[in-house]
């Protein structure tokens, strides 16, 4: 018995293999996180260079068929494509919004909505008041100059960062490249919001009072002392220097309040004189080179429009290719 319980003492116990241990994701860091998610990314996507470059061209092809159709559309049915675009580009941040819980983004969406759908009640009202004019460029310069001033930031920001000023006073580069990307996302956003919803309400403005025409000959005379924008008379002469505002008088020979002409130029997107439609020269009504500037910001938001606007349509019609055709 005893040599029996000696050979079972020593008789080797057998250990258990080694445990490898687990990484806790709870103990990682943002930025290991963050490369640990890129790791199994590429190497989930290891071998699949022809498929990779069989889905970008797919993407390059409907990208450029995409542009042609919305060229052809907007030259043949602009009044369509501009109201199509401008509600896409109401509702398609607002979907994304709602989907990432981007809370701050949404009050101030619901503010500018609200705020915005009164003005273009005021404008849409017959018979149109005589501030109604005034009170709707004054809204939509202040959203142009706001959303101005935020694009402005938010470039300087990410130039700040990029540049490593950030380490001089101690930010983190993260967060101030994500202050300067969402600074600029608001300026560009409501900047083509703004100019978009500005032109609908200049159109109806202008047609209601009767001096002006999407097509056509306008349906009432205009006299020499009324501006053809709001309707209201002119009281400040051209050689005068007014208190208020001043008077404008395009190459054309028609008069307008400048606060008026200015807006409906700069603000409502429009070229040409409201009454007879000869094309107005801009940089003769903008004599000073820092105002300037804002010809090139307007230019760029009509530009964003179709990345805002038609990029996640363009997208979403490159997944369903990629679906159906089995690629990942």
């Known amino acids: 018995m005893a040599a029996g319980a000696a050979v079972r003492k020593a008789a080797p116990v057998l250990e258990a293999p080694p445990q490898h241990e687990q990484i806790s994701h709870t103990?990682?860091?943002?930025?290991?996180?963050?490369?640990?998610?890129?790791?199994?990314?590429h190497?989930?996507?290891?071998?699949?260079?022809?498929m990779h470059v069989e889905m970008i061209l797919i993407f390059l092809c409907t990208l450029v068929i995409a542009q042609i159709v919305l060229v052809q559309w907007r030259q043949r049915h602009g009044r369509s494509y501009n109201l199509v675009t401008l509600l896409q580009m109401w509702v398609v941040p607002l979907y994304f919004t709602i989907k990432l819980y981007w809370w701050r983004f949404l009050s101030l969406w619901g503010m500018f909505s609200v705020i915005t759908s009164y003005i273009l009640f005021r404008a849409t009202r017959r018979p149109l008041s005589g501030r109604t004019p005034r009170l709707v460029y004054k809204w939509f310069l202040l959203i142009y100059k706001l959303s101005y001033a935020f694009g402005v930031v938010g470039y300087l920001a990410i130039m700040f960062t990029m540049c490593g000023f950030n380490l001089l006073f101690k930010i983190k580069a993260r967060d101030s490249m994500d202050f300067g990307i969402v600074s600029l996302f608001y300026g560009l956003y409501y900047g083509v919001m703004g100019r978009d919803f500005a032109e609908i309400c200049s159109d109806y403005m202008a047609s209601t009072i009767g001096f002006y025409s999407v097509s056509g000959m306008p349906t009432r005379?205009?006299?020499?002392?009324?501006?053809?924008?709001?309707?209201q008379k002119i009281i400040v002469e051209l050689d005068e220097e007014g208190l208020i505002e001043n008077t404008y008088q395009l190459s054309c020979n028609h008069v307008f309040h400048e606060f008026c002409i200015r807006g409906w130029c700069i603000v409502g997107k429009k070229q040409t004189c409201p009454y007879c439609k000869e094309k107005v020269d801009l940089k003769r009504m903008i004599s000073n080179p820092w105002e300037r500037t804002h010809f090139l910001y307007g230019q760029i938001l009509d530009w964003l429009r179709y990345l805002v606007a038609w990029q996640p349509v363009v997208i979403g019609i490159v997944q369903g290719i990629n679906y159906s055709l089995g690629l990942e």
């Open 27 to 41: 103990k990682l860091s943002a930025d290991d996180e963050w490369n640990l998610q890129q790791e199994r990314i």
């Open 43 to 50: 190497k989930m996507h290891r071998g699949h260079e022809s």
């Open 221 to 231: 005379s205009l006299s020499d002392n009324i501006c053809a924008v709001c309707g």
